[in-house]
């Protein structure tokens, strides 16, 4: 957190846990987290002055979490608020970022698809798709690409065929299991999509 994305990335902005995933605040503290959710508590404050006070802590790591915090408060406060922003510019932008953001484990030359006439689609979330959770992740979206129609867009001389794969109860559905398969066993290639 610090060595990498601050010091050799140059991230600006602050470093915020998961919630309740902090186990240790002064240690947390001291490799880079700026910011525990939820807090603040007062145990976990105290722990981080008691650090500081004994010199478990340098006071200087601390004054550097609170420094990048607080950049971000004043931005959002000279942020003007209520007024029309570019709804498709602001949609590129996030396409980009979920773009750039995808990690690729391996590739043994499948990618990218070449030349395949027959793709099947399987899963419920990629016609309707799950782009949330809830607490800290849900969102309100402007705009949402959906995955099938995309795909349909990048694919004009495939054929594409869908299997829902799940249902939206996320019961257990042999029918839906095996449909999945058959499709699946018909086509050149899978493109399977799965959410929560």
């Known amino acids: 957190l610090t060595d990498i994305l601050k010091n050799e990335w140059g991230f600006e902005g602050f470093v915020v846990s998961d919630w309740g ?29 008691d650090a500081v006070r004994s010199g478990k802590l340098s006071e200087s ?8 915090i607080w950049r971000i408060v004043f931005k ?23 773009g750039e ?17 027959q793709i099947a689609v399987i899963g419920r979330s990629a016609k309707e798709p799950h ?5 800290s992740s849900f969102i309100n979206t402007t ?5 099938f129609e995309e795909i349909q867009k990048l694919s004009s001389n495939a054929t594409l065929s869908y299997a829902e794969g799940y249902p939206k109860d996320l019961e257990l559905r042999q029918e839906l299991i095996d449909e999945a398969v058959k499709v699946a066993k018909a086509a050149e290639v899978a493109l399977i999509f799965v959410a929560l």
């Not at 902090?22 to 976990?44: F, T």
């Not at 782009?131 to 607490?135: A, D, T």
């Not at 705009?143 to 995955?147: H, Q, R």
């Open 21 to 49: 995933a902090v186990h240790d605040r002064v240690a947390s503290l001291g490799a880079g987290l700026d910011l525990e959710m939820p807090g603040p508590k007062n145990r976990r404050v105290q722990s981080v002055i």
């Open 131 to 135: 782009f949330q959770g809830g607490g």
């Open 76 to 98: 959002a406060a000279e942020t003007p608020k209520g007024k029309k922003f570019d709804i498709e510019a602001h949609h590129k932008l996030a396409r980009k970022a979920a």
């Open 101 to 117: 953001a995808m990690v690729l484990l391996k590739n043994d030359g499948v990618l990218p698809l070449q030349n395949v006439k």
């Open 143 to 147: 705009k949402t690409d959906v995955p």
């Open 61 to 68: 790591i601390l004054d550097e979490a609170v420094k990048r």
